[in-house]
């Protein structure tokens, strides 16, 4: 079965951090580009960052760079979002992605909150 599994969300305090990971089973990661997308209540979604799967390029919202960083692990099948610093604004439900031309996946989502 293809899936991707999100995790690592929680409530965290502001200026907290968190390492979010997304991990596919039934297809192999490493041949997709992968993001980190987020939607906040009465929000749209928005594009956070993501990782390609062929040179490694990374890709963030502008404001968010210098605060998040997204990996991958081949080995573990699996793209993380470490979140430093974070901000009460940065409260969203947060999905991964993995997409080629052809196809694309999403996971079912992972909260963050961020409050004090």
């Known amino acids: 079965q293809v899936q991707l599994v999100e995790s690592g969300g929680g409530l965290v305090q502001p200026g907290g951090s968190l390492r979010l990971s997304c991990t596919a089973s039934g297809f192999t990661l490493d041949s997709y580009t992968v993001g980190w997308f987020r939607q906040a209540p009465g929000k749209e979604r928005e594009g956070v960052a993501s990782?390609?799967?062929?040179?490694?390029?990374?890709y963030y919202l502008d404001s968010l760079k210098g605060r998040f960083t997204i990996s991958r692990d081949n080995a573990k099948n699996t793209v993380y979002l470490q979140m430093n610093s974070l901000k009460p604004e940065d409260t969203a439900v947060y999905y991964c992605?993995?997409?080629?031309?052809?196809?694309?996946?999403w996971g079912q989502g992972t909260q963050v909150t961020v409050s004090s």
């Open positions: 990782i390609s799967n062929d040179d490694g390029d990374s």
């Open positions: 992605n993995a997409g080629t031309s052809f196809v694309t996946y």
